[in-house]
């Protein structure tokens, strides 16, 4: 398999750290990263037609991507506050 686009490290390249402490000490954290892992991994599948999906369904698991990297984004922010 080709490398997979948008992995948090890439996301957030100053906070690979701070990603990895969270994944080890909060439960919501880690749960939220593995949801962004599961969906981005969904989307590569679909990107390059080893599991094709419709427009429609492409379309929503980029919209829950989005939804969970904001969401980890507040959490890292949070963090190092």
Same mark, same amino acid.
């Given at each position: ?23 080890? /000490?909060?439960?919501?954290?880690? $749960? ?5 892992? #599961? !969906?981005? =991994?969904?989307?590569?599948? *679909? ?10 369904? /492409?379309?929503?698991?980029?919209? $829950? ?5 904001? #969401? !980890?984004? =507040?959490?890292?922010?949070? *963090?190092?506050?």
């Amino acid at each position: 398999m080709s490398h997979t686009p948008h992995e948090l490290a890439e996301e957030f390249p100053g906070s690979v750290d701070l990603i990895h402490r969270l994944k080890v /000490e909060d439960a919501h954290f880690l $749960k939220l990263s593995d949801q962004y892992h #599961e !969906i981005n =991994r969904a989307i590569h599948r *679909a990107e390059t037609l080893v599991e094709p999906v419709s427009e429609d369904h /492409e379309v929503e698991l980029r919209r $829950k991507r989005l939804a969970l990297k904001d #969401e !980890i984004a =507040r959490l890292l922010k949070d *963090a190092v506050v």
